[in-house]
C-alpha cells in the first residue's frame, strides 16, 4: 500500500508559477512510475504529465509541454511538477498517482485506470 500526499496548489495569477509536490510513503518511489492528473469542475480526469521509475522518461500532455516540468527525488521518494505561465484554463484540482512497476520497466503511463494509487488532491487556481 502506497499512501500520496499533494501539496503546493493555490492561488495565482495568469502568467505565474507553482510547483506541486507528491511525497509517497511506505514503499520506495523508485518502483513506482508516478504521474499527475487534473480534473476541473464539470470534466473528467485528465493526464498531464508522467515519469518513468527510473527519471529517466517523461511525457506531458500537449497543453502543459513547454510549460511544465516533471522530475521526481528518487531518494526523498517525492515528485515534483513545475508548471511555469500557468493560464486559467490550468484550473483544476491536481491528482499524483502512482503505479507499480518491475525494476525493468522505464515505461511512462497516460492512461488513468493504469495507476493503482491515488492521492487526495490539490487546488490549482489561476486568476486572469
Known amino acids: 500500500q502506497v499512501h500520496l500526499a499533494e501539496s503546493g496548489g493555490g492561488l495565482v495569477q495568469a502568467g505565474g508559477s507553482l510547483r506541486l509536490s507528491c511525497v509517497a510513503s511506505?514503499?520506495?518511489?523508485?518502483?513506482?512510475?508516478m504521474g499527475w492528473f487534473r480534473q476541473a469542475p464539470g470534466k473528467e480526469r485528465e493526464f498531464v504529465a508522467a515519469?518513468?521509475?527510473?527519471?529517466?522518461?517523461?511525457y506531458y500532455d500537449d497543453s502543459v509541454k513547454g510549460r511544465s516540468t516533471i522530475s521526481r527525488d528518487i531518494g526523498k521518494t517525492t515528485v515534483y511538477l513545475q508548471m511555469n505561465n500557468l493560464k486559467p484554463e490550468d484550473t483544476a484540482v491536481y491528482y499524483c498517482?502512482?503505479?507499480?512497476?518491475?525494476?525493468?520497466?522505464?515505461?511512462?503511463?497516460?492512461?488513468?485506470?493504469?495507476?493503482?494509487?491515488w492521492g487526495q488532491g490539490t487546488q490549482v487556481t489561476v486568476s486572469s
Open positions: 515519469v518513468a521509475w527510473s527519471g529517466d522518461a517523461t
Open positions: 511506505a514503499a520506495p518511489s523508485r518502483t513506482y512510475a
Open positions: 498517482a502512482a503505479k507499480s512497476v518491475s525494476y525493468y520497466d522505464s515505461g511512462v503511463y497516460t492512461r488513468p485506470d493504469r495507476y493503482d494509487y
